[in-house]
């Protein structure tokens, strides 16, 4: 089974109904629901997702949001390697250096984002939530 590690983007595009991005994400959390493949969320997304959605519902709805996530992704640690490896690689966007960092000690096959060109140095690949659907 393809293991994919998510980016914030895609699951905030589900979270928030974000247009025109929402078929194809939610395209991406179906597969992960029906075990199509296996989804992970690098941990440090997990209290970002938490954090924006606090702010925009409220803590109790938050909270509710978070299960949801948690029911269907696994989480891709983050530890003091992985964050001293991206912080000497000087990535341009050190968050995305993280994520790519957990999606390798999660073996992740790939990435899934938005925003490929901002992962242009990961060692896996990074693809789209449509062009990960035509892989699956």
């Known amino acids: 089974m393809k293991r994919i590690l998510v980016d914030t983007n895609v699951v905030l595009d589900v979270l928030l109904s974000r247009e025109p991005w929402l078929p194809a994400s939610s395209a991406v959390w179906a597969a992960v629901e029906n ?4 989804g992970y969320l690098a941990a440090h997304a997990v209290t970002t ?3 924006l959605a606090s702010r925009s519902e409220g ?3 938050a909270g509710n949001i978070l299960l949801r996530v948690l029911k269907d992704f696994q989480i891709a ?3 003091d390697l992985i964050i001293r490896r991206a912080a000497l690689d ?3 966007d050190f968050e995305d250096g993280v994520t790519t960092g957990a999606a390798i000690a999660a073996r992740c096959d ?3 984002t938005r925003n490929p060109k901002d992962f242009a140095r990961s060692p896996l690949p990074v693809l789209t939530p449509e062009a990960v659907l035509d892989r699956l």
């Open 77 to 79: 640690a983050v530890n």
């Open 90 to 92: 000087n990535w341009s």
């Open 110 to 112: 790939f990435i899934v």
């Open 35 to 38: 075990g199509a493949v296996k």
């Open 49 to 51: 997702i938490f954090y």
């Open 59 to 61: 803590a109790e709805k």
